[in-house]
C-alpha cells in the first residue's frame, strides 16, 4: 500500500491551513496516510486539528525547550520519522518553514524536491506526478522522481481544497530521536515567537514597481495597519531591497486567499497573478487601463497610487 507522510505545522488556534489541504490531497493519492508534527506540547487545538485532518496517524515530537521553528531540531526529527514510516510520498507546505525543509530531506535521502506545485496526481506506473508552472508560468512542466525515495513536492496554500471532516480516530504515536540525532538545544524557554508568516490576514495591501521611493512605504504601512491588513508587494520591490521575499506575492514568493486584496502599482505579471489565484476580491490601482492587473481585477480604479491610498487612509479615520 502506497503511503503519503505530511509535514504538519503549527499555526495560530492549531495546525496551519495548508495542513488540511495537503491531507485532503494526500487521501486521493495514498491508501495510508500520515503526518509528522513537530511541537512544544500536544494542545487541545492540535488534539482537534489532528481529529479532524482525515489522517490515519501522527508522529509527534516533542521538544519543550524550544518555543518557535528551529532547523536543527525539525530537520532531525522529519529525517528520522522518515526512516521509520519509508513514505513514498512526502508533502510539504510552501510556507517558510516547508521550504526550509524539504530541501534538506531531499539532501539527507538522495532524492530530488519539486517546489510549488500546482496539481499531483499519479500516473498509471505508481508514480506521483508533480506538476509546476515552468518558464515563467508560460508552460507546466509534469516531474517525476523515478528511482530515490521519498518522492518529494511543496505546495502553496489555496492550491487544494480542504475536505472539512468530522471528529475521527488519528492515533498519536510518540516519537524520540535517537541519541545522536538529538540536537543540541538549551534548556528552558528560549523566548522566541513563532514566525508569522504574511498574506494569513483576511485583507492585504501589495505595492508593486509604481513605488518611486523606499520611504513611501509609509504610507501603505499606515494603510496596512489601519485595515488590520498585511502588506506585500510584487518582486520587483524585493529586487529593489525595499522589502523582503517573506512580504513577495507570486510563483517565486507566496500564494495568498485574502478576502480582499489591494493592489497598488502593480502590473499583473504571469508570476504575480499565479500567487492571487485564491484571492476572493482584487482592488487595483493603476494609471495604465490597459496593465494586466486591471484586466483580472473585481475593482479597478484607474489613478495615482498616492492619491488613491492617501484618500483611503483620509476615509477609514481614526
Excluded: W
Excluded at 113 to 122: G, H, N, Q, R, Y
Excluded at 282 to 292: H, M
Amino acid at each position: 500500500m502506497r503511503t503519503a507522510l505530511i509535514y504538519l505545522q503549527e499555526g495560530p488556534g492549531g495546525l496551519h491551513p495548508v495542513c488540511a489541504e495537503l491531507a485532503a490531497k494526500a487521501t486521493e493519492l495514498a491508501g495510508d496516510t500520515a503526518g509528522v508534527l513537530i511541537c512544544r506540547e500536544l494542545t487541545g487545538d492540535l488534539t482537534a486539528a489532528l481529529r479532524s485532518s482525515g489522517l490515519s496517524r501522527v508522529y509527534l515530537y516533542t521538544f519543550p525547550a524550544v518555543s518557535a521553528f528551529r532547523q536543527e531540531a525539525h530537520r532531525a526529527a522529519v529525517a528520522d520519522c522518515v526512516e521509520r514510516v519509508k513514505p513514498e510520498i512526502l508533502l510539504f507546505g510552501a510556507t517558510l518553514e516547508g521550504r526550509t525543509l524539504a530541501p534538506m530531506i531531499g539532501a539527507a535521502f538522495k532524492t530530488g524536491v519539486t517546489a510549488d506545485c500546482t496539481e499531483l496526481s499519479i500516473n498509471s506506473e505508481g508514480q506521483l506526478v508533480q506538476t509546476r508552472p515552468a518558464f515563467g508560468g508560460r508552460i507546466m512542466a509534469s516531474i517525476l522522481t523515478k528511482t530515490a525515495r521519498p518522492q518529494i513536492a511543496t505546495v502553496r496554500q489555496g492550491v487544494f481544497k480542504a475536505q472539512p471532516r468530522a471528529s475521527g480516530d488519528c492515533a498519536v504515536i510518540p516519537c524520540e530521536l535517537p541519541g545522536e540525532l538529538r540536537p543540541r538545544l538549551q534548556t528552558g524557554d528560549d523566548g522566541a515567537a513563532p514566525v508569522l508568516e504574511q498574506g494569513r490576514r483576511p485583507v492585504v495591501v501589495a505595492v508593486g514597481g509604481g513605488l518611486k521611493d523606499k520611504a513611501d512605504l509609509v504610507l501603505f504601512e499606515q494603510l496596512a495597519q489601519k485595515l488590520d491588513a498585511d502588506l506585500m508587494c510584487s518582486r520587483v520591490l524585493v529586487e529593489r531591497g525595499f522589502l523582503n521575499q517573506g512580504r513577495q506575492i507570486g510563483l517565486s514568493g507566496s500564494a495568498i486567499s485574502a478576502e480582499l486584496l489591494l493592489c497598488f502599482g502593480i502590473s499583473g505579471s504571469v508570476q504575480f497573478l499565479s500567487g492571487v489565484k485564491g484571492v476572493k476580491r482584487l482592488c487595483a490601482v493603476n494609471e495604465d487601463r490597459e496593465a494586466e492587473i486591471m484586466k483580472n481585477a473585481d475593482y479597478p480604479v484607474l489613478g495615482d497610487l498616492y492619491g488613491v491610498a492617501r484618500a483611503m487612509l483620509a476615509a477609514a479615520g481614526d
